[in-house]
């Protein structure tokens, strides 16, 4: 379930996220807040995008037995710039920075054990879109 609200008076969009995964039997909750600063004299923005999330599975591996829990938080920081090269396509040129904590692993009764794959990334992104 997400809803999406704006604060018009800051330019702002707010999107708070809840979702329940029935394969890896958790939740997880998500915020997402977003911003585009216009470039005129460029014709085009910045997308400017930041999330935070946490999540609690009770069924991180398939086939385990106990199941094998996993529960962490993340987030994300980003902007993105569309220019557009006609009418009916666009180039989006972006990066971002994202970073899992507080990630964990346990099985049964043994200790917890860290995600050592739980990093801060950095993200170039580069798409086309063409409409019709």
């Known amino acids: 379930m997400a809803v999406n609200f704006s604060l018009p008076q800051l330019g702002v969009t707010l999107a708070p996220k809840f979702y329940y995964d029935f394969?890896?039997?958790?939740?997880?909750?998500?915020?997402t807040a977003q911003h585009a600063f216009p470039l005129k004299e460029a014709g085009t923005e910045l997308d400017f995008t930041a999330t935070v999330g946490t999540y609690l599975w009770r069924a991180a591996s398939a086939n385990t037995s106990p199941d094998v829990k996993n529960w962490g938080d993340y987030w994300l920081v980003g902007v993105a710039a569309p220019f557009a090269i006609s009418p009916?396509?666009?180039?989006?040129?972006?990066?971002?920075?994202t970073k899992g904590s507080n990630n964990y692993y346990k099985q049964g009764s043994a200790p917890r054990e860290a995600n050592t794959a739980a990093v801060g990334r950095g993200v170039v992104t580069v798409s086309c879109a063409f409409s019709f």
């Open 88 to 97: 009916s396509a666009k180039v989006t040129i972006g990066w971002a920075y």
């Open 23 to 31: 394969g890896l039997k958790g939740p997880t909750g998500e915020l």
